[in-house]
């Protein structure tokens, strides 16, 4: 069957908090944690006579990869994901101009990456089990249904596009819930572990002024040769003498991508130590400082980190933009149906308020006395200014249309029915306001990825792991 690439946005679901009011429920919760996954496709791997053996009675058993704590990684697993990243590795040598194409590290070299990366997973499954982590069926389907958006699909249509490719849908069901629960257990292991004082938002803003690495973004790859946490003297001069061997050979003129699938530590290995685009306050601490003084196509001297040493290469780097966004000034009066009212009754409510204030009644006075909306109504029904995506959409829309200062016929949403009054309208430059909150989320990724090396490294050798051969 010919080779088919589909790419899938998996998200998980945490809402945030709002700094602005809520403005009774008609604000759109946040989502965090946009996981993009490229899965490429050829078709499941060949059963393979030699990866089953026979077990007590005559059964027929899948022969065992490796053996990890109280589960194991199967050679047929083994097997398709290897196939899979083949395909993968090949795929993106072929999108390559012919000069640069560089030969693939040994196969068997690969599979061991494949391996360690299959058995890292189980040890994460298996800790979340022990934690009591769960992905209920009403998230898997939000998130299976925003894969299926961005494909262009709906969740009922999601079945047959998998199985056009050869997907089986239930083992794909499963796998995405497995996905969303290791993000859980990193979420509850690394994530909600990492606090960023004001000092350190403070410090990140000042940088973003005095510094040009704010004004860029940063795509970058990096090679790290980890050490055990406990290590020695002797694992870590271990280290440095690989580390010093890799830079050797890219000085040489071999290949980063080649050298990170072939030796990195890293979970980016076979991603050929990808980090993707940073912004600057977003590169990990421990190289950040290099990468903004390095031009693209540059890598860096061996760099000492808490995990090991590694190297990074600039790949490229682009100009940051200012962020303009058409902003709308808004005040309303809520009214909600109940069990007395119901919409029509609520409607004509409004209509009578809203002949009170053509009359002459104030609209902050009589808002802060009948509107049911607890956070605005205090402030006389203003929600302040309202960029794209602060509301939900039918109320965006609805607003959008109006004049200025000319009061609207009741508005229905499902928070209720609304009288709406927009006040101005301005194209605002939310440049800084977006770079505080850029600051704190990078702030928190540098961290995060730092963190999750060390917390995948402490897990990987703490468990019993046997590699059968």
């Known amino acids: 069957m010919p080779c088919s690439t589909v790419v899938f946005w998996v998200i998980a679901i945490s809402p945030e908090p709002i700094e602005k009011s809520d403005a009774m429920n008609i604000r759109r919760p946040f989502f965090a944690a946009a996981v993009a996954a490229v899965?490429?496709?050829?078709?499941?791997?060949?059963?393979?006579?030699q990866d089953r053996e026979l077990g007590a009675g005559g059964v027929l058993l899948e022969g065992v990869a490796a053996?990890?704590?109280?589960?194991?990684?199967?050679?047929?697993?083994?097997?398709?994901?290897?196939?899979?990243?083949?395909?993968?590795?090949?795929?993106?040598?072929?999108?390559?101009?012919?000069?640069?194409?560089?030969?693939?590290?040994?196969?068997?070299?690969?599979?061991?990456?494949?391996?360690?990366?299959?058995?890292?997973?189980?040890?994460?499954?298996?800790?979340?089990?022990?934690?009591?982590?769960?992905?209920?069926?009403?998230?898997?389907?939000?998130?299976?249904?925003?894969?299926?958006?961005?494909?262009?699909?709906?969740?009922?249509e999601l079945p047959a596009v998998l199985a056009a490719e050869g997907i089986d849908y239930t083992m794909y069901r499963d796998d995405s819930r497995r996905d969303l629960i290791?993000?859980?257990l990193e979420q509850r292991d690394v994530i909600r572990n990492i606090s960023i004082t004001p000092r350190e938002l403070d410090q990140c803003l000042a940088n973003a002024d005095e510094s040009a690495s704010d004004a860029f973004d940063y795509n970058v790859s990096h090679i790290l040769i980890?050490?055990?946490?406990?290590?020695?003297?002797?694992?870590?001069?271990?280290?440095?003498?690989r580390?010093?061997?890799?830079?050797?050979r890219l000085e040489a003129g071999e290949d980063f991508a080649r050298l990170a699938v072939a030796t990195s530590d890293?979970?980016?290995?076979?991603?050929?130590?990808?980090?993707?685009?940073?912004?600057?306050?977003?590169?990990?601490?421990?190289?950040?400082?290099?990468?903004?003084?390095?031009?693209?196509?540059?890598?860096?001297?061996?760099?000492?980190?808490?995990?090991?040493?590694?190297?990074?290469?600039?790949?490229?780097?682009?100009?940051?933009?200012?962020?303009?966004?058409?902003?709308?000034?808004?005040?309303?009066i809520l009214a909600r149906p109940n069990e007395i009212l119901d919409d029509a009754a609520v409607r004509q409510k409004l209509l009578g308020i809203r002949e009170q204030i053509l009359g002459g009644d104030d609209f902050a006075t009589v808002a802060e006395a009948v509107s049911e909306d607890p956070n605005s109504?205090?402030?006389?029904?203003?929600?302040?200014?309202?960029?794209?995506?602060?509301?939900?959409?039918?109320?965006?829309?609805?607003?959008?249309?109006?004049?200025?200062?000319?009061l609207s016929m009741?508005?229905?949403?499902?928070?209720?029915?609304?009288?709406?009054?927009?006040?101005?309208?301005?194209?605002?430059?939310?440049?800084?306001?977006?770079?505080?909150?850029?600051?704190?989320?990078?702030?928190?990724?540098?961290?995060?990825?730092?963190?999750?090396?060390?917390?995948?490294?402490?897990?990987?050798?703490?468990?019993?792991?046997d590699i059968r051969r």
């Open 39 to 49: 899965v490429l496709v050829c078709g499941l791997a060949p059963a393979l006579a």
């Open 67 to 156: 053996v990890v704590d109280e589960g194991v990684v199967l050679k047929s697993e083994l097997a398709e994901r290897l196939e899979l990243v083949m395909q993968g590795l090949n795929a993106q040598q072929a999108q390559l101009p012919p000069e640069q194409r560089r030969p693939l590290p040994p196969i068997s070299v690969i599979e061991q990456q494949v391996l360690e990366q299959l058995i890292v997973r189980e040890i994460q499954l298996q800790r979340a089990e022990r934690v009591g982590i769960t992905v209920s069926d009403d998230l898997l389907n939000e998130a299976l249904s925003r894969i299926a958006q961005n494909l262009g699909y709906t969740l009922e």
């Open 182 to 184: 290791i993000e859980q």
């Open 226 to 241: 980890g050490v055990p946490a406990n290590a020695t003297q002797q694992d870590i001069e271990a280290a440095r003498r």
């Open 243 to 248: 580390i010093e061997e890799i830079h050797d």
């Open 266 to 332: 890293a979970q980016t290995a076979l991603e050929g130590g990808s980090l993707g685009w940073r912004k600057g306050a977003q590169l990990p601490t421990v190289f950040a400082d290099v990468v903004v003084r390095m031009k693209p196509g540059e890598f860096s001297e061996p760099i000492q980190s808490t995990g090991g040493f590694q190297i990074v290469r600039l790949n490229d780097m682009r100009g940051a933009e200012r962020m303009m966004v058409d902003q709308l000034h808004v005040r309303h």
């Open 377 to 406: 109504a205090s402030e006389g029904g203003d929600l302040g200014w309202l960029s794209p995506g602060d509301t939900i959409p039918e109320f965006e829309q609805a607003i959008a249309a109006l004049p200025l200062n000319e």
């Open 410 to 465: 009741p508005i229905q949403t499902r928070s209720g029915w609304h009288l709406v009054e927009v006040l101005g309208r301005r194209s605002y430059d939310r440049t800084d306001e977006v770079k505080r909150q850029e600051c704190a989320r990078q702030i928190r990724a540098a961290k995060a990825e730092e963190e999750r090396e060390l917390w995948v490294r402490r897990l990987r050798d703490q468990a019993f792991v």
